[in-house]
């Protein structure tokens, strides 16, 4: 880690986004209180839909922008869009009709699917190889930190000063950002001007789906995370402040996301060390543990064997998550992978609306012992059935199967 943080552009791009997701988290406090006491919990809730569809939506696009040109430069972009959707929400989140603050969060929306893509895929660009996979360990241990900063620093100042001034100091650290940003300043991957149009873009999306089918590991990896979302973690993180609440009270849903928090930071600094020519054993592996998490929404354990689970559950997804972006790091062409990554987060994230959604109805219809089961074969089939397709034990295509064919890039 050290190494890392003495590189002084690595040291500025890294400073710059642990402030923007310690202002995010702080916003995320400070919505809620200026929101619901003016409108309401459903006028909140459409709020919240409007950013994760638009945000949705533009994945795939974000991806192929990300692609086209300076990657810090549409984190750029993306920062003076978030700032525009957050001045909006603080201008008529409370006040005014409800359409201004449903046009806020959608710009919110849009700057989320410009930057994540983006992110991702700037990290290869400043980092060697053989650093990559530290690298992706503090990127994914620090937004932990800043997170659950953002959110003690958020409580702080709602209740000191109110929700408008948290909000404004959410604008600064966007500034923070974007001055890092401006310096680091990292050159387009791809030669050449990008082509103009609609047609050019739509060609770009289709050649980053061909990318990602030419490595048949990757898809159903995935595909996996799809099933995974949408029949355990969507449902867990709609019933996990539901069941909490029923069972131990309102504090017990803030030690259950302690606990979440603190796994992902363990996960992340043990993925950090691992060395194995099969990371993908490991990653597939260490999501064992998450089939203990419906389990523990439908049988009433003791709160703190609960948060040991949270623990154990959310350290296995911090190692898998630094190996599998490591691993799609170094198998496409950096041409590619601002798509790539969009299609990895359009596939977690597409039909985690509708599990969250729907995932009370279901519980209260079947049960929860019937529903967390489910879950948990859901988990464990999709696991161990993506081992049927060669590559995913070792995170890479295997040499007499890899993809013949140059990226494509351009439209």
């Given amino acids: 880690m050290a190494q890392l943080l003495r590189d002084n552009r690595y040291l500025a791009f890294w400073l710059g986004q642990v402030t923007s997701v310690v202002g995010t988290a702080l916003s995320f406090v400070a919505l809620p209180a200026l929101i619901l006491p003016a409108r309401g919990p459903q006028a909140f809730a459409l709020i919240l839909a409007a950013e994760a569809v638009a945000g949705v939506l533009l994945l795939l696009a974000g991806g192929v922008v990300a692609d086209r040109y300076s990657r810090t430069a549409v984190m750029a972009v993306s920062d003076v869009v978030r700032v525009a959707g957050v001045a909006g929400l603080l201008a008529f989140g409370a006040r005014g009709q409800l359409w201004l603050p449903l046009v806020a969060a959608c710009l919110l929306g849009i700057g989320s699917a410009l930057y994540d893509p983006a992110h991702r895929a700037a990290l290869p660009q400043l980092v060697p190889e053989e ?25 702080a100042l709602v209740t000191a000063v109110g929700p408008q001034d948290a909000l404004l100091i959410d604008l600064a650290t966007f500034a923070v950002s974007l001055g890092t940003l401006l310096w680091v300043r990292l050159p387009r991957v791809s030669g050449g001007e990008p082509a103009r149009g609609v047609r050019a873009m739509l060609g770009e999306a289709a050649a980053g789906v061909r990318e990602v089918r030419l490595r048949p590991w990757a898809l159903v990896i995935m595909v996996q995370g799809t099933v995974q979302v949408f ?90 998550f630094v190996l599998w972006f490591t691993a799609l790091q170094r198998e496409f062409p950096a041409e590619v992978q601002g798509r790539v990554f969009a299609l990895e987060s359009l596939g977690n994230f597409a039909l985690q609306p509708v599990a969250i959604a729907v995932a009370p109805l279901l519980a209260l219809g079947v049960g929860m012992p019937v529903f967390a089961a489910v879950a948990v074969v859901a988990l464990l089939v999709s696991t161990y059935a993506v081992f049927a397709v060669p590559g995913v034990d070792r995170l890479r295509t295997p040499e007499r199967a890899a993809p013949a064919v140059p990226a494509v890039t351009g439209g």
């Fill in 231 to 320: 029949f355990l973690f969507g449902p867990n993180f709609a019933l996990l402040p539901i069941v909490s609440l029923e069972r131990y009270g309102p504090a017990a849903f803030g030690w259950l996301s302690a606990a979440t928090s603190v796994g992902m930071i363990i996960g992340s600094a043990t993925a950090s060390r691992i060395r194995t020519t099969r990371p993908g054993l490991w990653a597939m592996n260490v999501l064992l543990p998450c089939a203990l998490l419906p389990v523990c929404l439908a049988m009433p354990v003791p709160l703190a064997l609960w948060c040991a689970v949270q623990v154990v559950a959310w350290t296995g997804i911090g190692i898998f």
């Fill in 131 to 155: 650093l990559r996979q530290k690298a992706n360990a503090l990127d994914s241990a620090t937004k932990r930190f800043g997170a659950a900063g953002g959110a003690l620093l958020g409580a």
